[in-house]
């Protein structure tokens, strides 16, 4: 593949000059009005060492308006890196709308690194790779435009890049002496490379061979690509505003499927604890539940509970006595309101990676990722394309929590509809409760069936084996709140 | 002084259930009510162990609207946290307007254990306070409300309760082992805290001592002091929606002292150097800050500069001169615009914070929070008394940078008028500089004067012993480019 990359091209310093000043216009112009439209750019810088990716972020940044440019170099994580599953490095520097992203090294180096090491073997590279692909799909999806460039050098003009560097004092410090070590596995690298390039080339985060012995060439060659990139998306835009397919209409007319219906239905909401119980199970629960958060804090094993439900369900005090048995160092709850305009600018993804636990620890989600699916869903702020391809990346998003050592429960609280109308009526009459109930509330009640159809749907797609749903009865509120305590403790105990 | 909460304060259960209901519905109210304001709430809660510092948090998040609180529990520092300055963990979590930030633990807390285990002397102990002060002062004037709670026990009680804890399996797990040993320091500790609580008692962020023995009482106690410290300010801010005092129009219309404008006139604009010279300067001192960068990430030495200059006058390209010698592991360029909505909620210097470099890396920022005394003051988007405060809280944030470590260099790039006019007019022929000239800068310049006399002031204001200014001559940008490597190379040569 790599032989495509080795034809020997250059270009004279008048050709390149003779090109630049357009180039460089065309750049800045598409650049300004990327701006106004909701696509972020990322640019993958990648390839061999030597192959001047520094000098080509450098370029980059001088090409394009600085103001809508952000870099990041990924090298050695930091601890709060490393107590997180392994995206959330990239997660954090993920570009806004409308800005360019310069990502030199990416969640490519690591796997490629590790192969070429043999610290992994190839069918574990091919995991790696298949979730990359997932990864860039679903920011594709989202709008993103993916420019992976990848800078080749053979062997031999590697070798002798290397050198000049190294014998030219003011590039010297360029050479690191990892660079050597790898240059020994060249070969190898070339290999895992290969490998890498061909699994994740697709048509919406394709990559692009750029040979890269002769400065001028391979610099002008990648802002071209780059400036064909934007440009393409551009004119997309032009041509339809809306960045994704339109919903299908056969699809989106189709009525709920019935058996999946019946999923809450089976919830027995009859179900309830005396007070004399619930006093009894509370405190053995809330007891186990403080032991078992410390025993997490001292294996790091970190733990995210989500808690959705209907309105009035009572998942604010069912936090309660969750937070009321653990120490508030150990925890964070999270409510998830409306986003702020840094979390807009981004996949919908993004505002609860950021707040993912550290090693040890536990978030709280006071509502979650699952809006995507819920009230997005029925109100209509999502796509329908967008809600349906939510499940999947969910269920992509909770297995990396899962395999990054976090323990994952997911509540819904369920109740019956005459009971959400008792609730309402009775909390209008308390004072500190009024707040609670507002005019949003009856509207959601109103869609009581569309929502049931969304929740029924979410946990058929999204109750998987490592990150099953709970439904909790919760009529009873007492029953509830023992039943969600006993489940995180149950779910702590099987991962300590 | 701590008698005055040793008096054995307690409520029996009907009073408080008879209190409860309506602090509730009030502090409900009063919290809804902030939620449309520019006010941040800030909760302390510290004390003695063992004096329900823990359960009151609680306490507050069920009492409050959970959506518009923010906990945060001060503990263990990670890497991040370690390698900046110290007050960077607590910048990161500050509430945004409108929200109500509990902390538990606080910058109070490693001043006084510190002094308390003999660390620091009590002298080191008072210059944190004053710090913290002045910190807290920063806030308030910002907007912000500060309500610090001290929940004070007699030795006798801290005894009874950390037995009590103990003893009880369901509480056992909240006395830490260090809570023990704390007690055996009870004296030193009331020492250290009594010192602490007397030197930040502010009329703007004042300690109320709450006697912590029983626990209903401090509880309500606590909560009505909260209640009654929002609806202050909500009270004032109706009869006043202006935050803070107006700007005092017989200072607001003082014309610039004419001393001060002299500054700028000092910078020897005729200063230049030859293509020859230029090439030869410029392979010197990239190459000897490339290697500066190197050793200062293996000494684990952070930088920050800051670019700021007339329009036209170079600082990107400047910029570039300087990234152009470093690996851009190294580096980070925050390019300074309009503030997110995360960052307009909270303040001024709240987005500078988080952009502050890891230990051995570099931030560039391209433009920097001296826009408060500069556009933000000939615009008027901050009033006098806002601006006029910036210099001293620059200050005080520069010394924290400096004291944590990092090189601080800040350019002001000078160009005279004219040299501005021929500028604009080249950037207009020029298709892709073209972007770079706005009706913006056409307009600034019409505000030459009003500038230069912010600048002078700024100058005058802000450079110091420890982050002095470097004004660069910048009509030749050649010579601007070498100013500005060399300077970068003796601080970092001074530090390393």
Known sequence: MFEAAELGQKLTKVQYEAELPKLRAALLQAHFALKDTPVPVIVIISGADGAGKGEMVHRLNEWLDPRGVDTHAFWQSSDEERERPRYWRFWRVLPARGRVGILFGSWYSEPIIRRVYGEIKSSKLDTELDRIACFEKMLADDGAVIVKLWFHLSKKAQRRQ???????????????????????????????????????????????????????????????????????????????????????????????????????????????????????????????????????????????????????????????????????????IVPIAAPTDEERARHYLWRFWRHLPRAGTTTIFDRSWYGRVLVERVERFAREDEWRRAFLEINE???????????????????????????????????????????????????????????????????????????VAGNDKKFARVQI???LCRHLEAAL
Chains 1, 2 share one sequence.
């Open 485 to 487: 305590l006993r489940t």
């Open 162 to 332: 290397l050198k000049e560097l190294e014998s030219n004092p003011k590039t010297h410090w360029r050479v690191l002496p990892m660079d050597w070590q790898h240059f020994k596995l060249y070969d190898k690298f070339t290999e895992a490379s290969e490998r890498a390039i061909r699994r994740t080339d697709t048509g919406h985060a394709p990559w692009h061979l750029i040979e890269a012995a002769d400065r001028r060439y391979r610099e002008l060659t990648a802002g071209k690509i780059l400036l064909q990139a934007i440009e393409d998306r551009l004119q997309q835009l032009r041509r339809n505003p809306s960045p994704a397919p339109a919903a299908n209409p056969a699809v989106a007319s189709r009525p709920s499927r019935r058996a999946s219906t019946t999923i809450l239905d089976h919830v027995d909401l009859t179900q309830q604890l005396s007070d004399k119980e619930y006093a009894k199970q509370l405190e053995k629960y809330q007891g186990r539940l403080s032991r078992l958060a410390w025993a997490a804090w001292e294996k790091k094993v970190a733990s995210v509970a989500l808690f959705e439900g209907w309105d009035a369900a009572g998942k604010g005090s069912a936090i309660r006595r969750v937070t009321e048995a653990m120490d508030p160092r150990l925890y964070r």
């Open 397 to 471: 998003f909770e297995e990396q929590l899962v395999e990054g050592g976090i323990v994952v429960s997911k509540f819904w609280i369920h109740i019956g509809k005459d009971e959400q109308l008792r609730r309402f009526k009775q909390r209008e009459e308390i004072a500190f409760k009024r707040y609670k109930i507002t005019d949003e509330d009856w509207r959601n009640r109103k869609q009581w069936d569309a929502y049931k159809a969304a929740i029924n749907d979410m946990v058929a797609h999204t109750s998987t084996e490592f990150a099953p749903w709970t439904l």
